[in-house]
Nanobody, 126 residues
Framework: QVQLVESGGGLVQAGGSLRLSCTASGRTFGINAMGWFRQVPGKEREFVAAVSWNTGTTDYAEITEGRFSISRDNAKYTMSLQMNSLKPSDTAVYYC???????????????????WGQGTQVTVSS
């Protein structure tokens, strides 16, 4: 089993920045990809960004518009999401996700992931 814990959410004004972190523990040796999703009430959970653990290959959703940057620390099994130029439309609960034992690259699909954190709230005010 893998446990994921997110941190770094909060309240910021439009144009501000936040850095989210996700730390994995447990059977982390099998993780091959980790990603970030976000969700607001009444809407589907949507993909934000993902990173391959071995190669560092990244994938970003178009909605990030170049404002976000994902990274990972292999030694600590920690993934971060640097969010800049935040907009009110970025307001959501952000979830960390991880998958192990798969070689396919379907990181944009929520069902692809096996493990999920509890989420951290990001609120961007006008």
């Amino acid at each position: 089993q893998v446990q994921l814990v997110e941190s770094g959410g909060g309240l910021v004004q439009a144009g501000g920045s936040l850095r989210l972190s996700c730390t994995a523990s447990g059977r982390t040796f099998g993780i091959n990809a980790m990603g970030w999703f976000r969700q607001v009430p009444g809407k589907e959970r949507e993909f934000v960004a993902a990173v391959s653990w071995n190669t560092g290959t990244t994938d970003y959703a178009e909605i990030t518009e170049g404002r976000f940057s994902i990274s990972r620390d292999n030694a600590k099994y920690t993934m971060s999401l640097q969010m800049n130029s935040l907009k009110p439309s970025d307001t959501a609960v952000y979830y960390c996700a991880a998958v192990a034992g798969r070689s396919s690259w379907m990181v944009r699909v929520a069902g692809y992931y096996e493990y999920w954190g509890q989420g951290t709230q990001v609120t961007v005010s006008s």
